[in-house]
C-alpha cells in the first residue's frame, strides 16, 4: 500500500500548520487516515490477508494516540482537525 507522491503533496499542503510544516500532528493524522483508508478497501477485497489485518490494527493506534495528545494540548486544532478529516466524535 504505498501511496502516490502527489497525494502525499498534497495532503501535507493541505494540512500543514506553517509553510516549512511537513510532520506536524495535523499531517501525520492526514498521512495515516489515508493509508487506513487504503488499507481498509484492501481488506475487503482480501479477506484472508491476516499479515495486512495486524498491519492495520496497529496503524489505527498511531493517529488515535496522536488525537488524544492534540485533543489534550490545543482543543481547537483537535475540534478542526476532526472536522476536516471527517473523523468521529
Known sequence: MVMIPAR??????????????SGS???????????????????????KDHHSRLGL???VARPTRLLTYLRDTEIERY????????LRK
Open 25 to 47: 500532528t495535523e499531517v501525520q493524522v492526514a498521512l495515516l487516515t489515508e493509508r487506513i483508508t487504503a488499507m481498509t478497501s484492501h481488506l475487503k477485497t482480501h479477506p
Open 8 to 21: 502525499r503533496k498534497e495532503l501535507v499542503e493541505n494540512f500543514r500548520t506553517n509553510p516549512k510544516d
Open 57 to 59: 490494527t496497529q496503524m
Open 79 to 86: 475540534k478542526t482537525l476532526i472536522e476536516r478529516l471527517g
